[in-house]
């Protein structure tokens, strides 16, 4: 059956991720086609030539309808080596050039980037920081991110599409992957699943914004559609965030009160590169956007309990 004419197109790269995920869900809820790529990641050329495929299947599809190339993919962690950073941009940046040579002058297209808020701002100054922050990334995490918010600009200014570079905060939920060494939130929900202690590598004064994955998705669509009515040829950075900074202790502490049992934490002092004390964001823009990060704290910390608890305890994958 073909597809009602006018219908939207998105493709959401990284859909199997926590982010990905939802925004997936939330665009189908739009009524929105919604096509998604396998891409074996480790392989760096096989993943360009996926993803080249990829951009000749959304050409086809298109047919005049506004589209949305929503890229939700991202193995790296503050922590992650530079070089397979580097691997990571680089098939970023291949698939932006192979969007720019299947493009048309009649296209209606925004191309949105999941970025990170934590690894661009971390030497920023003077939080909380918003859309007028200065990026000022520490590790090369951050420096990734931001060479890749340069290539989405690159392409804006040779074709005059629409962009959105979402600057996101520390997301969590349920499906988040538990092996990787990230996301204090869901590795308290581990613990508590677990028993076992949790070595905590930051001072509890630590503050971050946590933001629960459905509302990101949420929050990325309807952003996605505000940036649709920006002009031909426009780059919009927006902060993504809860705009309800918590302490590393209040989250501790709010977790033991949720799930109704002692955490054990082991404190191992000392921060990591890239680990700042203070990341307090706030948005200046598109307040509607920010109205639907409505998952309080304590609602957040009991579903992504529920989740890792039922996953440790039926014995089931941990990684998503």
Same mark, same amino acid.
């Given at each position: ?15 199997? &991720? @926590?982010?990905?995920?939802? $925004? ?77 040579? *299947? ?7 925004? $191309? ?21 922050? %200065? ?17 989405? /600009? ?5 074709? &005059?599409?629409?962009?959105? @570079?979402?600057?996101?905060?520390? $997301? ?17 929900? @581990?613990?508590? /699943? ?20 459905? =509302?990101?998705?949420?929050?990325? $669509?309807?952003?996605? =559609? ?13 902060? @993504? /965030?809860?705009? /309800? ?48 990060? *409505? ?23 941990? %990684?998503?």
């Amino acid at each position: 059956m073909s597809e009602p004419p006018g219908r939207p197109l998105a493709w959401v790269v990284g859909a199997g &991720g @926590l982010v990905g995920r939802h $925004v997936v869900a939330a665009e189908a809820v739009t009524g929105s086609e919604v096509v998604t790529t396998e891409v074996p990641w480790r392989d760096e050329a096989a993943s360009i030539d996926a993803l080249t495929d990829a951009v000749a299947d959304l050409a086809a599809r298109r047919a005049g309808r506004p589209w949305t190339v929503a890229w939700c993919a991202g193995a790296g962690v503050v922590a992650t080596a530079e070089e397979a950073l580097e691997s990571e941009v680089r098939v970023f940046a291949a698939t932006m050039r192979a969007l720019r040579t *299947s493009l048309t002058p009649e296209d209606d297209g925004v $191309v949105f980037l999941a970025s990170s808020a934590g690894g661009l701002y971390a030497g920023s100054r003077t939080p909380p920081f918003d859309e007028r922050s %200065d990026p000022r990334p520490l590790v090369p995490y951050g420096r990734a991110k931001l060479a890749m918010e340069q290539h989405v /600009a690159d392409l804006v200014r040779g074709t &005059g599409l629409r962009a959105l @570079l979402g600057r996101l905060s520390n $997301v969590y939920g349920p499906g988040q992957t538990l092996g990787k060494p990230q996301g204090l939130l869901s590795q308290l929900c @581990l613990a508590h /699943a677990t028993g076992r202690p949790l070595p905590v590598f930051v001072s509890m004064d630590t503050i971050r914004d946590y933001l629960y994955a459905p =509302d990101a998705g949420r929050m990325v $669509v309807r952003a996605v =559609d505000l940036a649709r009515l920006e002009p031909p040829g426009t780059v919009v950075a927006k902060v @993504l /965030a809860s705009g /309800a900074p918590v302490t590393v202790g209040h989250l501790v502490a709010e977790a033991r009160r949720v799930f109704h049992r002692p955490l054990r934490t082991i404190p191992v002092g000392g921060r990591g590169a890239g680990q700042v004390l203070d990341l307090r964001l706030s948005s200046t823009l598109w307040p509607e956007v920010d109205a639907l990060a *409505s998952t309080t704290l304590p609602a957040g910390l009991s579903r992504t309990g529920a989740d890792v608890l039922a996953r440790v305890t039926s014995g089931g994958p941990l %990684d998503g």
